[in-house]
């Protein structure tokens, strides 16, 4: 009987001694885990992918995805990546997703990770194209206007605005993207000609705002750029500032 | 021979016990290591079908011949395969998959159970050929053991990394595996991965004797229980021929299961943490292990059983 005390004092030792080693593994191991899936919001997934939790929750690393795409524009992020662990991912400024209509990425993904409900190739939202002013050449008041050309969406994810000037009478025609229709395809960011791309996809979770439910806006003419329903083909303009600048085109300096 | 002085032992049926001897001529080495060459023809060939689909196209009647990896794949675009442990782990996260990859995990699970699941580390795990080779060299160079670690350990780690998935919400081995680092850089393009597989096999090298796959491995211990009751494919052990000296264990990377009393019993190596590598049937000196099917073993065993008890019985 006595032996029978002394190896239940020994099991009660040992459970303790397996329990906090597996406690503290586990914790360890849970904090690592996280602190992989925290760099998932820098990734640009392939179309269809899920949102960040459930897109790392589901992806199995398989790269079927990568091997579907005939551009070869996927790849598998591999250790010391800032991506997480083997997920797929792509960087438009060396080979952006051309939009293939069929998919073929998003049917070869066995577990869902890029999720089936995603039929039309435009309905991807595989990141949103963000515009830096400051280098933009458009901006600087050059005709460039590339990336509105190279859209695959054109005139509806990046649309050209007439942009009048104060101290001259030039006026700009700047590129504007519309996160209701980009795809975050990266084909602008690829496009751009400046030595560092000035547009560039990054996902939406990063750039966007919200508005907020309680804000009813008015039907000013100013705000009705980003009133407009989605299908409308022409950005408004305001009106004084296009028929001043198309005057001035016609007729010249002499007026 | 070194023992060669010694006097012959005896063995269990009273006869001298032999030792292994190495064949001289090249023709008998290669036959002795004949499991050793399929194996890696197997674990290697598995590869490169991997990895000449992605990168080289190779197809069969217009259909990618092996897309994916060992988590998941697709052999000519209609069948699938899935690692099951890998999806036993998403499916804890309580996200809902594809039929796709469950059909794919079910029928890797079901070719398992008739090979023994833990065939998958001797003949298809890459990462065998990199604990194999630190095995070796380890005992080439005498390194002995820096602590002891008890085997089951890895049962304990299989249960923290399906635990670890329902706390983290994402497949938590899937996320640091060796295996699958190891297999996806290889295929998909080489990052710091290779320092993983480095770790592994300074582990078994200096650390701990199969330290990685005999103790650790999650995945080697959820595949030693797929298919420990079922699996077909066995170790038939003959207790009449066998003199117990000991060859077998030496170089079996998991000894704990030649427990040749209860191999006797059941006339086969019956536990799942057998791999099926085979290295113990050609070192043994008797031909007392060879492979074979389960059905055949316990057929034969019931009849010989049956012999027995009617020889005791007159």
Known sequence: MSKAKVSRRALVGKVAQGTTLAVTGGSIWSYLLSQQARAAPRAVRPPGARQDDDFNAHCIKCGQCVQACPYDTLRLAAVGEAIPIGTPYFIPRQIPCYMCPDIPCRKACPTGALDSVLEDINEARMGLAVIDVEHCLSWQGLRCEICHRECPVQDQAITVELLPRRVSKHAMFVPMVHSAHCTGCGICENACPTEEAAIRVVPPGLVQGKLGAHYRLQQRPDTLRDQKSPDSQTPMRSNTVETSALEYLNEGESR | ?314
């Open chain 2, 1 to 314: 021979m070194t023992h060669g002085s010694r006097q012959p032992e005896t063995g269990a049926g009273g006869g001298p016990v032999r030792k292994f001897v190495m064949p001289n001529t090249l023709a008998g080495k290669l036959w002795v290591w004949r499991y050793i060459i399929l194996r890696r023809v197997s674990q290697i060939a598995l590869l490169l079908l991997f990895f000449g689909t992605a990168h080289w196209g190779w197809k069969v009647a217009d259909r990618p011949l092996l897309a994916g990896n060992l988590s998941s794949s697709e052999l000519l675009g209609v069948i699938p395969m899935a690692d099951p442990f890998a999806v036993l782990q998403i499916l804890v996260t309580q996200s809902i998959l594809e039929p796709r990859v469950l059909i794919g995990a079910l029928l890797i699970l079901a070719v398992y159970a008739i090979v023994g699941g833990r065939s998958f580390c001797a003949w298809v795990c890459p990462v065998n050929m990199v604990t194999d080779l630190a095995g070796w060299l380890r005992t080439r160079l005498g390194i002995s053991g820096a602590f002891y670690l008890s085997r089951n350990t890895r049962y304990t780690v299989l249960a923290l990394a399906l635990a670890v998935s329902v706390i983290a919400g994402v497949a938590a081995f899937e996320w640091i595996s060796p295996v699958g680092v190891m297999h996806r850089e290889l295929i998909y393009g080489i990052g710091l991965g290779w320092a993983a597989v480095l770790g592994v096999f300074l582990l078994d090298l200096f650390i701990l004797k199969h330290g990685w796959c005999g103790h650790l491995c999650p995945l080697g211990a959820f595949y030693a229980l797929v298919g420990a009751r079922t699996a077909q494919l066995r170790i038939h052990f003959d207790e009449a021929t066998c003199t117990h000296c000991g060859e077998c264990a030496r170089i079996c990377p998991e000894p704990q299961v030649l427990n040749l009393k209860q191999a006797a019993q059941v006339g086969m190596v019956a536990s799942g943490e057998c791999t099926n590598c085979g290295r113990c049937t050609p070192m043994c000196p008797e031909h007392s292990l060879s492979f074979d099917w389960r059905v055949a073993i316990t057929k034969h065993k019931r009849h010989s059983h049956a012999g027995t008890s009617k020889r005791r019985a007159a």
